[in-house]
């Protein structure tokens, strides 16, 4: 491959990146560096540390950077997966990175993969709350309430990890009505098509405040035919 123009230091002879070579893209060039990874042409080994390195880049938009890495979720060799999880987790504070490495935790064929993913999950979380995940917790609804008014990041993990149980789950989509965070409600339109009717109503109430929020309604037009009764109730009540 030819790649994109790259400071003149690097180009004597074949090209042969190193490590510190895309630590200089990320300070000196972040647009080249952005290129190389969407262009998806480099070594595994490089792509992966043109991934990890990308997340540390400050002088482009946040946005930019989270859609150039997110494919990368989706290669073939772990290593490249692996890479592409370390230069999103700063960046799990967006919805969008968020939902794409849970997706990875819960679904890669790659257990060390699913444990990476779990682990920048965990380090995203309020180190308080983090403890909940090694101890036995018994949480009530009162404990997602105060989650959605002091700590709505942790609410949203509890939302979109599935390691609540089906009871607890209607008690933090229920929790998340009075949060002013709408990235919640994405996690919440997952919801609508659950199989048990508790669940779905606990979103659709968690829903309520939003619903003039795009999006809201048509993932509950979405969720319909419910194949529980009782939910497709729920459901066409909202429409």
Known sequence: MTPPPLPAATLIGPWRPCRNTFTHLRTHAPATLLHLI????????????????AGHITTLPAGAIVAAIKPLLAHGTPVVREGAVYGLQPFLHRLDAWAAVVTLARSDPSPTI????????????????????IRPWRPCSATFDY?????????????????????????????ARDCPDTRLTGALCTLLTHPRAYVVEGALRGLAPHLHLPGVRAAIRAAQPHPCPVAQRLLSAQT
């Open 114 to 133: 699913r444990e990476v993913a779990a682990e920048a999950l965990l380090e995203h979380l309020d180190g308080q709350n983090q403890t909940w995940f």
């Open 38 to 53: 969407a262009a998806q042409q480099l070594g595994t080994a490089h792509l992966s540390w043109a991934a990890e390195e």
């Open 147 to 175: 989650l959605a008014a002091h700590a709505p990041d942790d609410l949203l993990g509890y939302l979109t990890l599935g390691w609540l149980s089906h009871v607890n789950l209607a008690y933090a989509a229920l929790a």
